[in-house]
């Protein structure tokens, strides 16, 4: 043995102590993290496995996975998701996620499976898919930001405003999410009476990142003068729709009288009766109207649609967040000239 060690009071012995500590070191460093690794592997596929009772539309999972299928099936998933396959996107989500250890790797694919769960209407599927995203990765501004989309469609206000504040201290402009939720909240709240509903809705108008066409929408549904008082002649176009399919109860001639856009808009729609005042609003369909009237036709009248300015996408019906790309004030209100049919006139409040 003395001939293979060196002596203890030799410097080589001091030498091969430390190489022997390295070693020792480094091979538990190397068995705790595969050790971990392996619990975070486990717990994400216990989680996942949750998820896993729908019936399975692709035999995928009898697939022996490779990772050069990462890239096609993720592709595929998206197309399914597209197309409002949402079962068979899911399913394939699944199985990528199942056999990548990774999470960096996985972590766009638990994205992709949260906003497919969003989209099929799965919110407390889609809520756990963004927490556990979060528990991993807390700097994700993609998970943020749909997680606060989920916890509003949820109605879990309180919740949804929380994941400002993480967004914000990664330099978000949050100031109209907040509005948004917090508007959200109130017309949501009940145990708020309707005067504090006003009260509160008046005082968001006079704050600038707060939805207009929103409140002016509430307002016409809790105090129909306050409704009329808060109109502003250059955000009608915002709210025309609104005007539009008020019925005739809900009028405030004595504020339509005073406008000439609202006199206009109203004379078009047969409310009050022409006088010898030439009305003009400036909005081109409503002018048509008028004029169609004042040269004997009653056939004209006005459909609306309603469009998304950031995804261009349009809806036949109104939105506060895009279905299709959830942006938020993005709402853009277009009306169009078309033969009047004999139904009974409805109101959007
Ligand atoms: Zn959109």
């Known amino acids: 043995m003395d001939t293979i060690l060196p002596a203890y009071d030799d410097p080589l012995f001091s030498i091969l102590i430390i190489i022997v500590l390295v070693l020792i070191v480094s091979i538990s460093s190397l068995i705790l993290g595969n050790y971990n690794e ?16 729908d019936k399975t539309l692709l035999k995928i999972e009898e697939l022996p996975f490779e990772e050069a299928f990462i890239k096609p099936l993720t592709l595929l998933s998206i197309a399914f998701k597209n197309q409002g396959e949402y079962q068979k996107s899911i399913n394939l989500n699944l199985y990528l996620i199942e056999n990548i250890s990774n999470f960096y790797k996985k972590e766009p694919l638990l994205e992709e499976l949260g906003e497919t769960y969003l989209k099929a209407g799965f919110l407390k599927r889609a809520k756990l898919i963004f927490l556990e995203i979060l528990q991993k990765h807390p700097r994700n501004k993609k998970a943020l930001r749909y997680l606060g989309i989920v916890l509003e469609l949820l109605h879990e206000f309180d919740q949804a405003l929380a994941t400002l504040q993480p967004l914000a201290i990664l330099e978000e402009d949050t100031k109209s999410l907040e509005a948004h939720f917090k508007l959200s909240a109130l017309l949501d709240n009940k145990k708020l009476s309707k005067s504090e509903k006003v009260a509160k809705l008046q005082a968001f108008l006079s704050e600038q990142d707060y939805p207009y066409r929103r409140i002016i929408k509430a307002l016409f549904s809790l105090d129909l003068e306050v409704a009329w008082q808060s109109i502003e002649t250059d955000k009608i176009a915002s709210i025309l729709d609104i005007l539009w399919f008020l019925p005739a109860s809900k009028l405030n001639l004595e504020i339509i009288s005073k406008s000439q ?14 006088n010898d005042l030439a009305f003009k609003s400036n909005i081109f369909t409503i002018d048509t109207i008028v004029s169609a009237k004042q040269s004997g036709s009653e056939q004209v009248d006005l459909c609306f649609s309603y469009g998304c300015n950031k995804c261009k996408h349009h809806f036949p019906i109104g939105f ?24 009974k006139g409805y109101s959007l409040l």
Do not use: H, M
């Not at 619990?39 to 009772?53: I, V």
């Not at 856009?261 to 022409?274: D, F, M, Q, R, T």
């Not at 506060?320 to 139904?343: F, G, H, M, W």
């Open 38 to 53: 392996k619990n975070k592997r486990n717990s994400l596929q216990k989680f996942l496995g949750g998820f896993k009772k």
């Open 261 to 274: 856009i609202l006199s206009s808009i109203y004379l078009a729609k047969g409310y009050i009766e022409p």
């Open 320 to 343: 506060e967040r895009c279905p299709n790309c959830y942006a938020i004030d993005s709402i853009q209100v277009k009306e169009s000239l078309v033969e009047k049919r004999l139904t």
